[in-house]
């Protein structure tokens, strides 16, 4: 699966972002596609997933209430609308897929085939 990720920006905090993914290369169908980012010096971090085509979502505990991962199987993308935004949100931020995870897995970098791009969060304060 080919990802191209695009969205990013320069924010203030309190503002919104939609982050969008684009998948190419194999069916939408029952892939699994997540949002993981990584901050200047830190590990990358699993920030939502849509598991399997959306039968469910999942968040880290940091970013909910406030991202929402969706999709459109039309256009075989997914998106992360990313709301009241924090300077501790700034990252680069990277979509991943893969075709056979597992639910207990959507949260290792490790588990995922494919990645796209990073894009650039920038949130100042």
């Known amino acids: 699966v080919q990802l191209q990720a695009s969205g990013g920006g320069l924010v203030q905090t309190g503002d919104s972002l939609r982050l969008s993914c684009a998948a190419s290369?194999?069916?939408?169908?029952?892939?699994?596609m997540s949002w993981f980012r990584q901050a200047p010096g830190k590990e990358r971090e699993f920030v939502a997933a849509?598991?399997?085509?959306?039968?469910?979502?999942h968040y880290t505990d940091s970013v909910k209430g406030r991202f929402i991962i969706s999709s459109d199987r039309a256009k075989n993308t997914v998106y992360l609308q990313m709301n009241n935004l924090m300077p501790e949100d700034t990252a680069v931020y990277y979509c991943?897929?893969?075709?056979?995870?597992?639910?207990?897995?959507?949260?290792?970098?490790?588990?995922?085939?494919?990645w796209g791009q990073g894009t650039l969060v920038t949130v100042s304060s």
């Open positions: 290369g194999r069916t939408f169908s029952g892939l699994t």
């Open positions: 849509n598991f399997r085509s959306g039968s469910s979502t």
């Open positions: 991943a897929a893969s075709s056979r995870i597992i639910l207990s897995s959507i949260r290792r970098p490790s588990s995922y085939n494919d």
